[in-house]
C-alpha cells in the first residue's frame, strides 16, 4: 500500500526542521520530513567537531564548483550539511539576523510581506536570547527553540575589539540591535557547550505520532500529475517507492539540492532539461539562475603569545579535548574559537555594512613549509556581491552532484571590494593592542599594493559558504516561486530555503532561512504572527 502525508518535507535542514515542527502542531496532520543523511553525531552536538564536520562525506555532501575563471580557475569548496539539521548542524554556529536594509529591499520588490518589520516577529518566535540580551528588550525573543549565547572572552579577541575601535568602529555586541556596525563578540547557536541547530526543533516534536522523520533517504525526484505535485519517489533501503502527499511537497533541500531536485523532476530551463534526456513538465527558465554567495578570504598570523586554538587541531590533543568533553561536557572542545568578529564600511557614518570579518583562534592551514605551532586567521567577506552564478544538471542521476558554477569575481567590482576590505582589516589588526599578539603576518600579499593583493586574491579567494538564490522568490511571473513560496505552474509544491532569496542578506544565513520558515509555516496555517 503506497504511503500517504498531508505533508512531505524534503530536506531536514535550517527550514526542513521548523516546517516540520510547526506544521505537526496540528494532531490532525500527518507530516513527514526525508532527510538524504544521518539523524545525528556527537561531533554535531559538540561545538569543536566543525574541525571533522567540514571535511566529513558522512555528514557533508562536500560540493566543487566548476573552475573559477577569475580565480585562477580553481575548484572552489562548498560544503553543505547532509544531516539533520542540515547545514545548521555543521556551520560556525553565528546567529546573525542581517540588517532590516537586506529585507526592506525585497520589500521594494513588491513583496512587502517579506519587510524587516514583518519578519521581526518570527526571528523572535526563533529566538532564546536570555544569554546574550535584557530580557526586557522588546526586540529579542526569550523562549524559542534556539539558544542563543556569547563564547568565552579571550584576550586576544578583545584586543581585536579594542584595535577596531581605534580605526573608528563601534564596539558593538551581538550585532542583532539597532546596527550591524561595529566589532564585538558574536552571538552564537549554543548553549551550555551544546550546539542549538534547527534540529532542537524537533525536540519539540519529538513523541508526536503524527511527525514522521526519515534519515539516510535520498529524494530521486518529484511525482507529478500534470501541473500538480502528488509526492515523492525516494530510495530506502535498496529499492524505491512512491509516497504521496495530500495537501503539499514543501522542498526544503537548500540552494543545491532545491533546484537540483526541480529540474530532476522536469521544472526548469527546458531546453537544457531537454539536452539532459528529461520531460519537460514546466519550463520555469530562472531554477537554477541567480546563485549567489560572499567571497571570502583569509589572513593567516602566527601568534606572538601560546593562547591559540592550533595546537588542539593535531590528533593527540584534539582526541583529549574530546575525551573531556565526553567525560564532562566541557573544555577546549566545547567552543570552537570563533567568537569575535567586526562589520564595516569605507564610511565610518553608513548603517550598511560592506565587509564582514570572522576572527578565528586557530591556524588550520599555514602557509606550505611554515611550521606554526600557534596561529590564528581572519576571514573577510564582502557582503553585497553583483556576481551572479548558476546550478545545472550533471546528470539524470540524483546521485550525482549537478554542476555549481557561481561565478565567482565576474563582475570585477566584487574583487575591488573584496580587496579594499583585506586592505582595511590589515589596517585595523596592526594597530594596538592587537599588534601585539602578532608575531608575524604569514600571508604578506595581503598588506602589499593593490596588483599584489589582487593576484593574492585571485589564488586564494573562497566562499564563507552562504550560497542563495536560485530558486529566486518574485512578484514577477518570471520568478521561480510567488511571495508564499509557491512554485509557479505546479500546485501543491513550495520551496521553502536559501535558495528563495533574491538577494543575499549581509551576513550569515541560517537565523534568516529559520524565521523564514516560520514565516511560511504561519502562512501555511493561516495564522498571523501572533497567533
Known amino acids: 500500500m503506497t504511503k500517504r502525508y498531508d505533508y512531505i518535507i524534503i530536506g531536514a535542514g535550517s527550514a526542513g526542521c521548523v516546517l516540520a515542527s510547526r506544521l505537526s502542531e496540528d494532531p490532525e496532520v500527518r507530516v513527514l520530513l526525508l532527510e538524504a543523511g544521518a539523524a545525528s553525531s556527537l561531533f554535531v552536538q559538540m561545538p569543536a567537531g566543525i574541525r571533522v564536520l567540514y571535511k566529513s562525506s558522512r555528514y557533508n555532501w562536500r560540493f566543487w564548483t566548476e573552475p573559477q575563471e577569475n580565480l585562477d580557475n580553481r575548484k572552489i569548496y562548498i560544503p553543505r550539511g547532509r544531516v539533520v539539521g542540515g547545514s545548521s548542524s555543521i556551520n560556525s554556529m553565528i546567529a546573525m539576523r542581517g540588517g532590516p536594509h537586506d529585507y526592506d529591499a525585497w520589500a521594494a520588490m513588491r513583496m512587502p510581506q517579506w519587510s524587516f518589520q514583518s519578519l521581526l516577529p518570527y526571528f523572535r518566535k526563533l529566538e532564546n536570547a536570555t544569554l546574550v540580551s535584557d530580557s526586557n528588550d522588546p526586540s529579542r525573543g526569550f523562549s524559542g527553540p534556539i539558544r542563543l549565547s556569547y563564547g568565552p572572552r579571550r584576550e586576544s579577541m578583545t584586543a581585536f575589539i ?73 530510495a530506502l533501503r535498496g529499492r524505491t517507492e512512491a509516497i504521496l502527499a495530500d495537501r503539499e511537497v514543501i522542498l526544503t533541500a537548500g540552494s ?53 586554538l592550533t595546537p588542539y587541531l593535531g590528533l593527540w590533543r584534539g582526541a583529549i579535548a574530546g575525551m573531556r568533553y565526553l567525560m564532562f561536557g566541557d573544555g577546549v572542545a566545547a567552543s570552537h574559537g570563533i567568537e569575535a568578529g567586526a562589520f564595516w564600511a569605507t564610511d565610518r557614518k553608513s548603517d550598511i555594512p560592506e565587509w564582514q570579518a570572522h576572527f578565528i583562534l586557530a591556524l588550520r592551514n599555514p602557509p606550505t613549509g611554515s611550521h606554526v605551532s600557534h596561529g590564528f586567521a581572519i576571514r573577510v567577506c ?22 555549481i558554477d557561481p561565478r565567482f569575481a565576474s563582475e570585477y567590482s566584487d574583487l575591488v571590494s573584496l580587496r579594499n576590505g583585506i586592505s582595511e582589516m590589515c589596517d585595523i589588526v596592526m594597530k594596538p593592542p592587537f599588534r601585539d599578539h602578532i608575531k608575524r603576518p604569514l600571508d604578506k600579499e595581503a598588506f602589499g599594493d593593490q596588483k599584489t593583493l589582487e593576484r593574492w586574491l585571485r589564488a586564494y579567494a573562497e566562499t564563507v559558504y552562504h550560497p542563495v538564490g536560485t530558486c529566486r522568490m518574485g512578484a514577477d511571473r518570471s520568478s521561480v516561486v510567488d511571495p508564499e513560496m509557491k512554485v509557479r505552474g505546479i500546485d501543491g509544491l513550495r520551496v521553502v530555503d536559501g535558495s528563495v532569496m533574491p538577494s543575499l542578506i549581509g551576513g550569515n544565513t541560517n537565523l534568516p532561512i529559520m524565521a523564514m520558515a516560520e514565516r511560511v ?7 498571523t504572527a501572533n497567533a
Open 521 to 527: 509555516a504561519d502562512i501555511i496555517r493561516g495564522k
Open 256 to 308: 543545491i539540492g532545491s533546484p537540483q531536485l526541480l529540474m530532476l523532476s522536469g521544472i526548469g530551463p527546458a531546453d537544457q532539461l531537454r539536452s539532459a534526456g528529461i520531460k519537460v513538465c514546466h519550463d520555469s527558465p530562472e531554477v537554477g539562475e541567480n546563485l549567489q554567495d560572499h567571497l571570502d578570504c583569509t589572513i593567516r598570523f602566527e601568534a606572538a603569545h601560546p593562547t591559540t
Open 162 to 234: 579594542e584595535s577596531a575601535r581605534a580605526a573608528g568602529l563601534p564596539e558593538n555586541h551581538g550585532f542583532n540591535g539597532k546596527s550591524q556596525i561595529g566589532a564585538g563578540f558574536y552571538e552564537l547557536t549554543m548553549a551550555d557547550g551544546r550546539r542549538s541547530g534547527s534540529f532542537r526543533y524537533l525536540d519539540a516534536a519529538r513523541g508526536r505520532p503524527n511527525l514522521t522523520v526519515i534519515p539516510n533517504c535520498l529524494v530521486r525526484n518529484l511525482v507529478l500529475e500534470g501541473k500538480c505535485a502528488r509526492g515523492v519517489s525516494v
Open 382 to 403: 564582502q557582503l553585497h556581491p553583483k556576481s551572479r552564478g548558476v546550478v545545472r544538471l550533471r546528470s539524470k542521476d540524483p546521485r550525482m552532484a549537478p554542476i
